[in-house]
């Protein structure tokens, strides 16, 4: 089956008792069992929902993966992963990485007595340098929020299989419409599912999903233990929201691909970053393991005062954290979502104070090319 077939159908079967073609909202905590011992398959709402069943099944397809795992958030998703490890073990990581993802691993898991090396994960050789005898996982994300950059998934896989690391990649910004890492060998591919894979803005959500049985095994295990589920209404929506992904992520590329196109010919604009221009410095490597670049862009306006200048004056893009939702949003990293890393790191990766990301949307590109011309003006 094919993608947009897939994100209808899979794990999505009619209803067993009425026949409903549309997966339930099974809301319960409890199953009742007919005698003693004799379960259906259910015991209770934290271990196993079928909802949630039903959205597993469909992420691990969509992700070409074996098993999926649902969460209440992306960081939800993230912490289950880093708990697969233990006090002493290594991790190398993205510079670049989620400022919720640097936060947890900074200040909440060094205290567990985990180690964190973050390299730029788009030059292989730096990965290769910061391997140590105790390096346990590669944590790459591809791209990198909000810069941009990507890393080769076949190079981080390859490095991974010769040292026995463990690889994981952070898909949120492609989805899996785009990317699929585990094509390239990588182990345990994740989500913040809140943003493109259920993209309407309106649920918080993530989700893993591997091949591998013995790591599905574990990390089942620690869904269990440590209890971070999404609620089966949450479940529902996201279910209902993939239904549209294809569509959607069509859009949000064409409409992208515009704006930064449009963007390079302005002078206002110092830098534009987006992985679909031949001037992006990992354009070949996008080309060969992306379908599409994506609906994020980010730019250098300079300094603070252009870059506030711009987002007051904007009146279709909302002023707001997050992405991939199907309206477009703008947001000043360095203040916001990247506020929880210090300043000199961030200016280490190019993050200046006048940096600008856009999600752009899937409204009318007329309308939002015309929003940012005027907002630039
Ligand atoms: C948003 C995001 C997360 C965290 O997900 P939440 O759903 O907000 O907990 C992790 N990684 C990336 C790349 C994100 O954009």
Do not use: W
């Amino acid at each position: 089956m094919k993608f947009a077939t897939k994100a209808i159908h899979a794990g999505q079967h009619p209803e067993e008792v009425t026949g409903a073609v549309t997966t339930p909202i099974f809301q319960t905590s409890t199953y009742s069992n007919s005698k003693l011992g004799e379960s259906k398959g259910f015991d209770y709402g934290r271990t196993i929902n079928p909802t949630r069943s039903a959205l597993e099944s469909c992420l691990a397809e969509l992700e070409n993966g074996k098993h999926g795992f649902c969460f209440s958030s992306g960081m939800a998703a993230v912490h289950t992963v880093i708990n697969l490890f233990r006090k002493g073990d290594h991790i190398i990581c993205s510079d670049n990485v989620y400022g919720g993802t640097y936060r947890l691993y900074e200040q909440i898991m060094r205290n567990y007595g985990l180690d964190f090396t973050y390299v730029d994960t788009s030059d292989s050789e730096l990965i290769e340098k910061a391997i140590k005898p105790n390096t346990k996982l590669i944590y790459v994300e591809t791209p990198t929020n909000p810069m941009l950059g990507i890393s080769d998934l076949e190079a981080v896989s390859k490095i991974g299989k010769v040292n026995n690391i463990m690889t994981c990649v952070d898909n949120t910004f492609m989805s899996p419409y785009l990317q699929n890492p585990l094509d390239f060998g990588i182990d345990i591919v994740l989500h913040s599912t809140t943003k493109y894979i259920n993209g309407h803005c309106d649920v918080i959500g993530g989700c893993i999903v591997t091949s591998d049985e013995a790591l599905a095994d574990r990390i089942k295990f620690l869904q269990n233990s440590i209890g971070s589920v999404p609620a089966p209404f949450d479940c529902f929506l996201i279910l209902r929201s993939i239904k549209t992904l294809s569509l959607r992520m069509k859009t949000h590329n064409d409409n992208a691909f515009a704006i930064a196109s449009r963007l390079l010919t302005n002078k206002k604009v110092i830098k534009v970053f987006y992985p679909g221009l031949e001037s992006h410095p990992q354009h070949k490597v996008a080309k060969k393991q992306m379908r599409g670049y994506g609906g994020i862009i980010s730019i250098d306006l300079g300094n603070y005062e252009n870059a506030k200048k711009f987002c007051d004056s904007l009146k279709i893009f909302q002023i707001a954290e997050s992405l991939g939702g199907v309206e477009s949003l703008v947001c000043h990293p360095p203040s916001m979502t990247h506020g929880s890393i210090p300043k000199a790191m961030r200016e280490e990766i190019g993050l200046t104070d006048g940096l600008i990301r856009l999600s752009v949307g899937i409204e009318d590109i007329e309308d939002l090319l015309e929003d940012i011309n005027n907002a630039l003006k």
